[in-house]
């Protein structure tokens, strides 16, 4: 029985390994490891490939996102509005800086957070709107950024899972005041360990983020604000700047296996395939299917040396950590479906058509013989 990774770095690795090796001795040569050329070599990288002016190479994307909040100046007594099926950091960032995340339940269709829910969850205390392109795909960004608008809000997009991804033809990460990216390894963009980075076009709050990741300081022993030591290492932003030549030709195998998948997919009626909006790119960090069956083609899968994933299974408001929100289950139904009804297929670049079919394969084996009824 062949088995196929839910995520497999090789192909993409084994392509850039003497790259990597370079950039690895050259850091290792420099004797430079912190704030150095290789973190603003990737800095400039990174800004010029999402088409802002400003790139802030900092540890991770939960850091991303709360400094994005702090330069924003977003704290107690502040609320702000997130989807309520994104991934438990998008609220970490809110409640590190005191103030609460506003939950709003997304689109059925794309899963991202459906702008008609955001209205109703303004208040006098709303200061943001955090939309997560969720999974890969572009949000509205057109409804949302008039929302923004009308109402005086801040938009801090987060951004770990799109690189890359646009909303009529503009990039995510570059709608928003200030903007987190992650380069967890497994996003689409990933280091090889902990690294993240904010987005802007503001240079105030830009100035400001480069201050907070690195004590508040801007001349070493001088601190202006209480800040973090939240930086990118010069080792990851070496990684990062052989990937980022990369993300593009990835991306383009992405979506491939996404049309592979859809096309031999299609005909089964009791799975929802992912729905991309009219005006939205996906970039397909993930490949989320949908059934009623799903824990019963999760084990049928694995049983076939299949890995799946479930992104993600218990949504933020059942989380023990949320208890203080006060919700209970029925709170957020969309949300509550999403996380019983979702499983994530293996993608990763370098993945083939034979990998897919055998995959599907598999999963039209499992609704044809019935075993789903069993
Ligand atoms: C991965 C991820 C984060 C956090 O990134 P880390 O680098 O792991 O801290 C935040 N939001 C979303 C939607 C993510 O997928």
């Not at 980022?244 to 009791?270: F, G, S």
């Not at 989320?288 to 890995?307: D, F, K, M, P, Y």
Request: proline share 4%; net charge negative; aromatic share 10%.
């Amino acid at each position: 029985m062949s088995k196929i990774q839910f995520l497999n770095f090789e192909p993409m690795h084994l392509a850039i390994r003497t790259e990597m090796q370079e950039a690895f001795q050259q850091v290792y040569d420099s004797n430079w490891f912190i704030m150095g050329q290789c973190v603003e070599t990737f800095e400039e990288a990174y800004a010029r490939f999402n088409e802002v002016t400003n790139c802030i190479g900092v540890s991770n994307g939960l850091d991303a996102l709360h400094l994005a909040l702090k330069g924003l100046r977003i704290g107690a007594g502040d609320e702000v509005i997130v989807p309520s099926n994104t991934y438990i950091a998008t609220l970490l960032a809110v409640s590190y800086v005191g103030a609460t995340p506003v939950l709003v339940e997304p689109d059925f269709a794309t899963y991202n957070i459906n702008p008609k829910n955001i209205e109703l969850a303004i208040t006098s205390k709303t200061k943001a709107i955090m939309p997560v392109h969720l999974y890969g795909q572009a949000c509205d960004m057109d409804e949302i950024m008039a929302i923004a608008k009308k109402h005086k809000l801040y938009i801090i997009e987060d951004n770990a899972q799109a690189h890359g991804a646009t909303f009529k033809g503009k990039l995510t990460g570059s709608f928003g005041d200030a903007n987190g990216t992650s380069f967890y390894p497994g996003k689409n963009l990933g280091a090889l360990g902990d690294g993240g980075a904010i987005t802007t076009n503001d240079e105030g709050i830009a100035k400001k983020i480069r201050m907070l990741r690195n004590y508040g300081s801007e001349k070493k022993y001088h601190h202006e604000l209480i800040g973090y030591n939240m930086r990118l290492d010069e080792m990851q932003a070496a990684f990062l700047t052989v990937k980022l030549k990369y993300l593009h030709q990835w991306t383009q195998q992405r979506k491939q296996i996404a049309n592979w998948y859809v096309k031999a997919l299609d005909n089964i009626p009791e799975l929802i395939l992912p729905i991309t909006h009219p005006d939205a790119t996906h970039v397909y960090h993930l490949f989320v299917v949908r059934t009623q069956h799903r824990n019963a083609l999760q084990n049928h899968l694995t049983e076939n040396g299949i890995s799946t994933m479930i992104h993600y299974p218990i949504p933020p408001h059942l989380q023990n950590a949320y208890a203080s929100l006060g919700f209970t289950k029925g709170d957020f139904p969309i949300a509550e479906e999403l996380a019983n009804t979702c499983l994530s297929l293996p993608i990763w670049p370098g993945m083939t058509e034979e990998n897919i079919s055998i995959i599907v394969n598999c999963i039209s084996d499992f609704f044809k013989n019935g075993n789903h009824n069993s």
